[in-house]
């Protein structure tokens, strides 16, 4: 079974968000590979203290056959990703 992790890391400091994936192969998670470079964001997306950031999935076949999918797990946690 191959599962496909990604997500997008928020630096608070530089205001920018760096998306990221991770496939894991039979059990065994590959490296977290970033995708593109830093994009920028508004500094109060990160600061405020009365909202927060969206978290969301969204998938294409890309032009391709249409194809099932599903998602085990989604989550937002502070700090440095590993």
């Known amino acids: ?6 997500g997008a890391i928020a630096g ?4 920018t968000v760096q998306a990221r994936y991770r496939i894991t ?4 998670a590959g490296a ?7 994009e920028p964001i508004p500094s109060a997306w990160l600061t405020s203290t009365v909202q927060g950031l ?3 999935i969204i998938a294409t076949s890309a032009g391709g056959p249409t194809f ?8 937002a946690t502070l700090g440095a990703p590993s």
Do not use: D, I
């Open 25 to 28: 192969t039979g059990g065994v």
């Open 1 to 6: 079974m191959t599962q496909a992790l990604s």
């Open 32 to 38: 977290l590979t970033a995708l593109g470079g830093p």
């Open 54 to 56: 969206a978290v969301g």
């Open 12 to 15: 608070a400091l530089a205001a």
């Open 68 to 75: 099932p999918a599903t998602w085990h797990l989604l989550e």
